[in-house]
């Protein structure tokens, strides 16, 4: 490294300093395991009244821990429940049974999310010196949300240059954007990402469900990657 | 009006719906008036750690009665005080004297700090179907926070436009965006705002100290436009 600006002010750190958005969830999994190859890792997690929300965060802890990151920072976002309209934070609208191909916005859709997580993670990477935020958005093989879009991050880049002081230089690093989940499996698995700790059902806290929108999309992931999905899972359809 | 579009849902409303986002300082309450002219108002606030959250909220609801608005959404962003980094919320950090022809950014600075409301506003916008969201943000004639430039709200913008359905349409509107302080309380005054309801200091709660940032900006303000504020002040200064 040659940019020691770029470095934490704790002296001890070797490599610049990155938050990773980390939910617990396999994606997230895999972006914190390619952050760690060149920067120093902070988890941020976001608790924002989420069916599953006990779970992912332990699966928060556990990849921390696999990764030996203490720099930690958990973030009750209760407005997300107050205002509703989404089937992750209002047990009233139903989760949406898992179709994949189709095209239209699911009922777990929580809006703008991805804008208030980022913007609690620039705040924070202010405050402690980092340049990098990584988010483990995914475009194309996903459920659709407008705010996973890579043209969303790419705006919100913009945002964040003109909303921070002059000499901060703060940016989004989205490096599945355009994988495939099976892709996004194999990374992991060529890395030695933890996948057994990261849980991504929206529905189920002990057994994953196996047939909302983000286990149907992770194990056809892991199905058409070829490699066993180690997770306890309540029924394991088959994806095509 | 032309289009039933942009209505509520309520069906009693004769106006579109506005998010006004309604701190219960003087810019906001001015901001509230115009907004009320052509809009249905919805009001929301944020504490966040401020050491007048108390004094705030009160004229919040203050504002909130004189104007009949009764969709209001106060929420908690305890996540600003858990990062801390300003003195606006760490009682270890200083609320710096006002210096009027400082040219650097001021101790009260949250890092990031619209990016964080204005994401709260978009999320509860696109449940309750308002299409624009006031804010009273101030550029020239201002504490010089990077978060309150007419270019920040402008990517903002093309940031809630990448991130929400595609059907949505939801645009910051910041009507005091380039007016000095005394052309705030004229217009305040012309349009009947209630300024008497509204706090500034960022310091007391029971008494406005008249040397902080805001309250410089506030009386400096009031003495240009050549009106008496009838807010409690511990000590009056005259600002040039």
Same mark, same amino acid.
């Given at each position: 490294m040659d940019s020691s600006s770029q470095h934490s002010h704790s002296g001890n750190l070797t490599k610049p300093l990155a938050v990773v958005l980390v939910s617990g969830g396999m994606d997230s999994c895999v972006t914190a395991a390619i952050a760690s190859k060149e920067y120093e890792l902070a988890f941020l997690h976001l608790n924002? &009244?989420? *069916?599953t929300e006990r779970r992912e965060l332990q699966s928060f802890h556990d990849i921390a821990s696999y990764y030996g990151v203490s720099r930690k920072l958990v973030v009750d976002v209760q407005h997300l429940r107050q205002i509703g309209g989404s089937s992750l934070t209002d047990e009233h609208i139903e989760v949406t049974k898992a #179709? +994949?191909? *189709?095209r239209d916005i699911p009922t777990s859709y929580v809006p703008f999310r991805n804008a208030n997580f980022l913007s609690i993670a620039v705040s924070w990477s202010e405050i402690i010196g980092a340049n990098k935020i990584f988010i483990g958005a995914v475009e194309e #093989? /996903? /459920? &659709?949300? !407008? #705010? =996973?879009r890579e043209v969303f991050f790419q705006t919100f880049n913009v945002v964040i240059a003109t909303g921070t002081k002059p000499l901060t230089d703060i940016t989004i690093e989205t !490096?599945?954007? $355009? +994988?495939k989940k099976n892709e996004i499996v194999q990374k992991g698995i060529d890395i030695n %990402? !933890? +996948? $057994?700790l990261s849980w991504s059902c929206y529905?189920?806290?002990?057994? %994953? =469900? &196996?047939?909302c929108d983000s286990c149907a999309l992770r194990l056809r992931g892991f199905q058409r990657a070829g490699v066993d999905d180690k997770i306890p899972y309540r029924v394991k359809p088959i994806y095509h």
């Open positions: 924002y &009244g989420q *069916r #179709d +994949l191909n *189709r #093989d /996903s /459920s &659709g949300y !407008p #705010d =996973c !490096p599945l954007i $355009h +994988l %990402a !933890p +996948l $057994h529905q189920n806290e002990e057994q %994953a =469900c &196996g047939v």
